[in-house]
């Protein structure tokens, strides 16, 4: 009995040696004319460059079967480049893409930046085939470098377009209309949402002008022991913003905004509100890193639905607020942090402040950790109903409670090992994961 317990005991360490030895996570992407894959074997393929690609917008099925020239590799470790992707959108509604290349191992030192845009109108086929041909451009100079290279060919295809001055009819705005509606239920219950939204955008380099307006209605039905039971809610609200740049660094701007809740017993509110904002980075690095520090200070004119428990239907609330967020996107994963602070001017004692952060960060070889956090310390609700609200609005969330703070947390990890060389796409009976 205790030679079998020794035995097993052994057995467990050596398992767990050999987990703690073995490697981690990534993903990847390509450049020039692809050659036949190879025997689909799961096994690395000698010669071929190792790229950790870092991308979650990324269709990971789509380059492994269509750009063979490269290997995917899962761990950064042990990877020839890490390929960073960052996406950020555009003034038309497209997706500006940025591809970093950041050479590892024998090609330590040597980077490399791409950027290209997808339209609005682009497919999720349309932008993975467009990403795949600026990939393989992206790592085409690293291939040179790799026994594979004698596989490779290079193609040109002039466009009719070169050189070619394009008109724009609609001078950078871009309009977007949007409608939906969601319904759910079973024989008791039954649930509706709709919503309704329109927005014009125009966006260049020195100026921003978002306007926006929008509409959601939620009725919901319950049938109880002693009858039905029916709810409504309501809200719409109408803003715009306009941004002018001050340099590379600095912004001015304000905007307007009208709003209407049943929830918050806000039958109609008007604010304008001017402000300006600096940015510690460039904003042209904004899609790998940015700090910023913005002050607004404006004035908000309230109709309230019902008297609330200053007794008061309307009033007018001047506020000066102050945010600083701060985004990173780098090697080791990515960190957002964000904190507001608004203070009432006419009276300090109400306030309210924000503190939100996530994070995705590799740890070390296979482990990640993931954190999404909020925090909102309320001490600013004027206009609460002075009649309280019912124990039906108090269940269906019709109307909002006092309460000085509020909160949201997740966060996980994961641990990934095995194989970092499978590049084999298997699709069988993906279809039958339904219930």
């Not at 030895?21 to 000698?46: E, L, Y």
């Not at 020239?69 to 470790?77: G, M, S, T």
């Not at 904190?339 to 070390?364: E, I």
């Amino acid at each position: 009995m205790a030679n079998r317990l020794l035995r097993q005991g052994l057995i467990a360490l050596a398992l767990l040696a050999a987990l703690l030895a073995g490697p981690m996570a990534g993903a990847g992407q390509a450049a020039a004319q692809t050659p036949p894959a190879g025997p689909q074997t799961g096994a690395p393929t000698p010669g071929l460059l190792k790229v950790y690609l870092d991308c979650y917008r990324c269709d990971e099925e789509y380059m492994r079967q269509n750009i063979a020239f490269v290997e995917y590799v899962r761990d950064r470790a042990v990877a020839d480049v890490h390929v960073l992707v960052t996406t950020q959108q555009t003034g038309s509604g497209g997706l500006e893409w940025t591809l970093k290349v950041i050479g590892l191992s024998r090609f330590q030192g040597v980077d490399r930046t791409f950027t290209f845009t997808t339209p609005q109108a682009a497919t999720s086929d349309d932008q993975r085939k467009e990403f795949g041909r600026v990939f393989k451009i992206s790592v085409a100079a690293y291939t040179a470098d790799t026994a594979s290279a004698r596989d490779l060919d290079v193609t040109f295809t002039p466009s009719t377009t070169s050189g070619v001055v394009k008109v724009d009819p609609w001078n950078a705005w871009v309009f977007r209309v949007n409608g939906n509606t969601f319904l759910n239920g079973e024989e008791s219950t039954s649930f509706k949402n709709y919503r309704i939204s329109m927005a014009a955008n125009r966006v260049t380099a020195n100026w921003k002008i978002n306007f926006s307006a929008g509409r959601n209605v939620s009725e919901n039905r319950y049938e109880v022991s002693d009858g039905t039971i029916n709810s409504r809610s309501e809200s719409s609200d109408v803003s715009s913003l306009i941004v002018k740049s001050l340099g590379p660094k600095w912004s001015v701007g304000g905007r307007l905004g009208s709003s209407h809740s049943s929830f918050n017993n806000n039958d109609r509110s008007y604010t304008a509100a001017p402000g300006i904002e600096f940015d510690f980075f460039p904003y042209s690095e904004s899609n790998r890193r940015s700090l910023t520090l913005n002050y607004s200070v404006g004035v908000t004119r309230y109709r309230y639905r019902e008297l609330t428990i200053f007794d008061k239907l309307e009033e007018l609330v001047p506020t000066s607020s102050v945010n600083a967020s701060l985004g990173l996107r780098q090697p080791w994963g990515s960190l957002n942090i964000y904190a507001s602070h608004r203070v009432q001017l006419n009276d300090t004692q109400f306030h309210r402040s924000l503190l939100y952060g996530s994070t995705d960060v590799r740890l070390f070889k296979g482990f990640s950790f993931n954190l999404y956090a909020e925090y909102d310390n309320i001490h600013d609700q004027i206009g609460l109903p002075k009649q309280g609200a019912t124990q039906e609005e108090i269940l269906l969330r019709l109307q909002q409670l006092s309460t000085s703070y509020s909160y949201f947390v997740s966060f996980g990890v994961s641990y990934s090992f095995g194989s970092i060389f499978n590049s084999v796409v298997n699709p069988r009976f993906n279809g039958l994961n339904i219930f």
